[in-house]
């Protein structure tokens, strides 16, 4: 286990978030999480989030998101399709979408919390190997941070 904590340019901290994201990125293809149908790790992982925060509209997502619209209007236009979601319209506003979890989403929903527990699980106990459990926690309490930093500052200069 690593007690010393490597320094990084800035430079080379920007390479590694790149790196990390590409790597996260390369893995969204379809994968049956144990329903008998195919779907990506995006789709299952904005399903969790409507199922956390349900009655989020196409601006909130695309903002929370850092997508945009138009994306985040088709991923859930497929994943209604599929059944996973569907919309209601607000009484007082007949325009405003608000996007809510399904059976079948819910029930994708369980799968996907198992399949990322087991696979996610098992890159943890790998990174256990290099890393102390404090320093495991640490980054993904920066990684959570940079992510809401990054969202002000991307926001903030629209």
Same mark, same amino acid.
């Given at each position: 286990m690593s007690s010393k904590i490597e320094k990084h340019t800035i430079s080379e901290k920007a390479d590694i978030m790149h790196r990390a994201s590409s790597l996260y990125m390369a893995s969204n293809i379809p994968i049956d999480y144990g329903t008998g149908e195919m779907y990506t790790p995006v789709e299952g992982h904005m399903l969790k989030y409507i199922k956390d925060h349900? +009655?989020?509209?196409?601006?909130? !997502?695309?903002?929370?998101w850092d997508k945009s619209k138009a994306a985040i209007s088709q991923m859930l236009k497929k994943m209604e399709q599929k059944k996973l979601i569907y919309k209601e319209n607000p009484a007082d506003n007949f325009r405003k979408q608000c996007f809510f979890v399904a059976e079948k989403g819910q029930e994708l929903c369980r799968y996907h919390e198992k399949y990322d527990t087991?696979?996610? +699980?098992?890159?943890?106990?790998? !990174?256990?190997?290099?890393?102390t459990d404090d320093e495991i926690d640490v980054c993904f309490s920066v990684l959570g941070k940079y992510i809401k930093v990054r969202q002000k500052k991307h926001y903030s200069k629209k």
């Open positions: 349900p +009655g989020k509209n196409i601006t909130q !997502l695309s903002v929370e087991k696979v996610f +699980g098992e890159t943890l106990r790998m !990174l256990e190997e290099l890393c």
